[in-house]
């Protein structure tokens, strides 16, 4: 199986006021996609039994922060719904490529007195994503 590193991620936020890049900087993304189940255990079921109901996506996002990173807090800013590109390994033709549409989260911000600051940004996915390919 081949195998690849992050560091060729190409992700973008298409928002309101614009168009970011989230891959300039940044240390590391997840992709977390998870459904939700409710118990369906009833009578003489000896063991439980669940349906599936709704999926949901979240994204985590993590940077440094740029000097006189204005643009990027508030391209951020929470509740700001937008559409979220990722491309795990790059814009090549036949790589994945996931487009979801979501609300970021608010950025959280560090400053440290004696290291690089740094940013994260939680995405929730509201609607359906696309997970396809360049």
């Not at 003489?44 to 669940?50: L, M, N, Q, R, S």
């Not at 994945?96 to 995405?123: E, L, M």
């Amino acid at each position: 199986m081949t195998r690849f590193v992050g560091s060729g991620l190409v992700a973008t936020w298409v928002h309101p006021a614009g168009t970011i890049t989230l891959s300039t900087d940044f240390t590391s993304m997840n992709y977390d996609n998870s459904g939700k189940l409710v118990d369906a255990t009833a009578g003489a079921d000896t063991f439980d039994v669940y349906l599936a109901t709704t999926k949901n996506v979240k994204v985590g996002y993590q940077a440094l922060m740029p000097s006189a990173g204005t643009a990027l807090e508030d391209a951020l800013a929470a509740n700001t719904f937008g559409t979220l590109t990722v491309q795990p390994e790059g814009t090549a033709t036949g790589k994945r490529k996931y487009t979801i549409p979501a609300f970021a989260q608010g950025a959280k911000i560090t400053w440290p007195y004696a290291d690089t600051c740094s940013v994260t940004c939680d995405f929730q996915g509201s609607g359906t994503p696309t997970i396809g390919v360049n």
